[in-house]
């Protein structure tokens, strides 16, 4: 299986900047075919923000395009969420998630990383 472990979180002032990280490890990290970031608000359901497949193509929510950007580094077997211009309805506890490339579901993630963001 892929160990995943995210940094980065922190309270930040509406307008500011965050960059999370996502570090894999294990066996089959070499086996990752998708990478995402996802989100959870105190009350309300997880939602996904952003991934990145192996080809390169990526994926934003509406709610986060032209302010996040995913990317990653092979050598580090890490995957970045640079997030610009924060807003207070950013807040939640944010996860990384990977897929393999034997199964079509986010089967391995991380332990979260809670992003607080003020007015």
């Known amino acids: 299986q892929v160990q995943l472990v995210e940094s980065g979180g922190g309270l930040v002032q509406a307008g500011g900047s965050l960059r999370l990280s996502c570090a894999a490890s294990?066996?089959?990290?070499?086996?990752?075919?998708?990478m995402g970031w996802f989100r959870q608000a105190p009350g309300e359901e997880r939602e996904i923000v952003a991934s990145l497949r192996l080809s390169g193509n990526s994926y934003y929510a509406d709610s986060v395009k032209g302010r996040f950007t995913i990317s990653r580094d092979n050598a580090k077997n890490t995957v970045y969420l640079q997030m610009n211009s924060l807003k207070p309805e950013d807040t939640a506890v944010y996860f990384c998630a990977a897929k393999s490339l034997l199964t079509s579901a986010y089967d391995s993630w991380g332990q979260g990383t809670q992003v607080t963001v003020s007015s």
């Open positions: 294990g066996r089959r990290a070499f086996s990752i075919s998708v």
